[in-house]
């Protein structure tokens, strides 16, 4: 299955502030995926990022807020702007691959902020 | 609307034991369900994935079940490990590639 390489793992961000996240794939894949986790609660889809087209959000997530680029077939990026304590989560790349292997996720990126 | 649950929502056993772990999923019309371990704070890694047309897949201790006229999956754990201490979630996949998690089962395996 793919290989997901995810940075920062972890980072501590003064409100107000933006991080970027970037998730690379170590092979060609069309599908990929944001998802969010806050503190004890499950993952909720932020956005699917398909290549050559806009992201498209769940509801409750706005472009505005979450911008995403998916510049090519093995990368993404995943903006917070404007963070707030709220925003403190963890945040996961997936990717949807065919031929039994299914959603593989990257190693998360831990986001505290204060 | 999808809902996965999943019961228990934490469990400890002393190691050796055989465990069962349940989902559930209101809406029965899924086309993949996928078991998933996550260590405290970190990403998730994929067990097992079921197909609709597949009634169960094993892979190695782990054997995992579905029943989807019933709307249920089971992970059966054999002679688990202090090393399968983790949370596990499930999550089905209802049409477009997109996942709805369950709320997983904190695991807890005594040495």
Do not use: H
Not at chain 1, 94 to 112: A, D, I, K, N, P
Not at chain 2, 5 to 23: F, H, M, R, Y
């Amino acid at each position: 299955s793919a290989v997901i390489s995810q940075k920062p793992s972890r980072d501590i961000c003064q409100r107000g502030t933006s991080l970027t996240i970037q998730c690379q794939v170590d092979s060609q894949v069309t599908m990929m995926f944001w998802y969010r986790q806050q503190p004890g609660q499950s993952l909720t889809l932020i956005a699917t990022a398909n290549q050559g087209s806009e992201a498209t959000y769940e509801s409750g997530f706005v472009i505005d807020k979450f911008p995403i680029s998916r510049p090519n077939l093995t990368f993404s990026t995943l903006t917070v702007s404007n963070m707030s304590p709220e925003d403190s989560s963890i945040y996961l790349c997936s990717v949807w691959e065919q031929g039994g292997y299914g959603y593989t996720f990257g190693s998360g990126t831990r986001l505290t902020v204060v | 609307k999808q809902e996965v649950t999943q019961i228990p929502a934490a469990l400890s056993v002393p190691e050796g034991e055989n465990l069962v772990l349940n989902c559930s999923f209101t809406d029965s019309a899924i086309y993949n369900l996928q078991w998933f371990r996550q260590d405290p704070g970190k990403g998730l890694t994929s067990l097992l994935l079921i197909q609709s047309s597949q009634r169960e897949q094993t892979s190695g201790r782990l054997n995992a079940s579905l029943d989807k006229s019933s709307g249920r999956s089971t992970l059966y754990i054999a002679a688990s490990q202090p090393g399968d201490s983790a949370t596990y979630l499930c999550a089905v996949e209802s049409g477009t590639y997109k996942y709805i998690f369950g709320t997983g089962t904190r695991l807890k395996v005594l040495a």
